[in-house]
């Protein structure tokens, strides 16, 4: 484990401890904490899974995404299927549902008092799924919804369809529902509204500020990363408007974006008829993701 930290260090890997630590547990079947315990006891290791281990630190070590080393990553409470040909969920897209959880609970809140006893079926729309993350962190805790998760991309699709499977039971006991359209977004959503939830993590790197990050530029599809324009507010200004346009009365949008986007955000939620604009941020503190509300609609 030493030699491998220090390998991973010597490659310019932010974190090469936990990267050797999930590295070892994956190549040994065991969960992180599993690993933690037999590492207390002290084990040795069986020649062939050395081997393994030592391809595994050859490729991060060239700058391989750890999660398609892997091929799984965490998000929320979900363990997603991922590899080539699908962003690789961000720790900070996470937060997206905690608003969306919060204001279906007021939706239904607001049922309850007027005499209304049951608790309506919650329509949520995830525009640009890819991995169906967001999609799936909805349906498995706010019981009851309706989802839909839209995709562009064929490859991104595939995994979806991966991830639907593999969370098929902890959807349906949530009482939920999942369904996956692949195509457009200017095609597709139209015909699939009103919701009251919508959540999207679009492309929206700016093009002037491209990352210089080996993971990023090297395995991210492009198609998932970039939004157009100098700002990268081409593809956000045109989902901002598709989802004030699905949007049935009381419902929420919540949108990612760039620190840098705030202030474009909010403009273009305004401009679409969206009321309430207002920038969240982040685990470090920087502007990530806005939320705004359609008072009027269908």
Request: proline share 6%; aromatic share 4%; net charge negative.
């Amino acid at each position: 484990m030493a030699a491998a930290r220090t390998r991973l260090a010597e490659a310019g890997i932010d974190t090469p401890g936990t990267d050797a630590r999930l590295l070892l547990a994956h190549v040994l079947g065991l969960t992180h904490k599993e690993l933690s315990l037999k590492l207390l006891r002290g084990f040795d290791v069986p020649a062939e899974q050395v081997r393994s281990f030592d391809d595994c630190l050859t490729r991060r070590a060239g700058r391989e995404p750890l999660q398609h080393i892997t091929g799984t990553t965490g998000f929320r409470h979900l363990d997603l299927r991922l590899g080539p040909g699908v962003f690789i969920p961000r720790p900070e897209t996470e937060l997206l549902i905690d608003p969306a959880i919060a204001h279906a609970a007021a939706l239904r809140s607001d049922d309850e008092h007027t005499g209304n006893g049951r608790a309506r079926v919650i329509r949520i729309l995830d525009m640009c799924t890819g991995t169906g993350a967001l999609a799936l962190a909805a349906a498995t805790e706010i019981p009851g919804s309706e989802v839909h998760a839209v995709e562009l991309s064929a490859e991104a699709c595939r995994w979806a369809e991966l991830n639907i499977a593999a969370t098929a039971e902890a959807v349906a006991a949530a009482g939920s529902t999942v369904t996956l359209h692949a195509g457009d977004v200017a095609e597709v959503v139209p015909g699939l509204g009103p919701f009251d939830i919508v959540v999207t993590n679009p492309p929206y790197v700016p093009e002037a500020t491209q990352p210089d990050i080996p993971e990023v530029t090297g395995y991210d599809p492009a198609i998932a990363l970039y939004g157009g324009g100098a700002d990268g507010m081409q593809t956000p200004a045109r989902i901002i408007k598709l989802a004030a346009e699905a949007l049935r009365a009381g419902g929420l949008l919540v949108i990612e974006h760039d620190e840098t986007q705030a202030a474009a955000i909010q403009q273009a939620c305004a401009a679409a008829g969206l009321s309430g604009a207002a920038t969240h941020t982040d685990y470090t503190g920087r502007d990530r993701f806005t939320t705004a509300e359609r008072l009027e609609g269908p």
